[in-house]
């Protein structure tokens, strides 16, 4: 049963950034700042087979400073229909490599591009919605790999709820089933 439950997780994922209107699309990512954890929500934008996870950001970002601190981090998805919650917990990566970025960035809609233009940092105070300005240099874009050394998994269902919890071994992820 185990083995079909990590089948499930990661198929699960996929859906989240193959299928746009899937739960798992948008989930809350976690980082730490010194000894304050900080929440946020971003968008899935790919899973590896392994379970890496990607998501896109601006290199200024106060996430990418925090994993720089500090590289544990924890992802949560949760999907309201199935009442599945799946958390990863991992370590993070920064990747500004321009050629490692190129497939990723040739993914971002145009639209969407100029959101890594701006002449200042995401979370810069401005006088108003209109104040942001755009440049023409470089973009800021990189992306966050999540490397999961822990997943857990948690159906909400009846008579038992069923809980698992993965743990990354040398030939994959063992899993052992939990109280829920």
Known sequence: MIPEILENLKHELINGFSKRKHPFRYFT???LQ???LRLRT???RKVLPDFTTIIYTDTRSEKV???KENSNVSAL??????????RLDG?????TDKEEL???WNTVGENAKKDYTTDLAPGS????????NYSDNEPNFCIIKIIPTHIEYLQLKRPNHIRVAFDKTESGFEGSFLVP
């Open 125 to 132: 105070k401005i006088r108003n919605p209109d104040a942001v």
């Open 102 to 104: 190129k497939p990723y």
């Open 91 to 95: 370590k993070a990566i920064v990747i």
């Open 42 to 44: 971003v968008v899935l």
């Open 34 to 36: 010194k000894n304050n």
């Open 65 to 67: 400073a925090h994993i």
């Open 77 to 86: 998805f949760y999907h309201p229909k199935k009442l599945l919650q799946i």
């Open 29 to 31: 990512f976690g980082t």
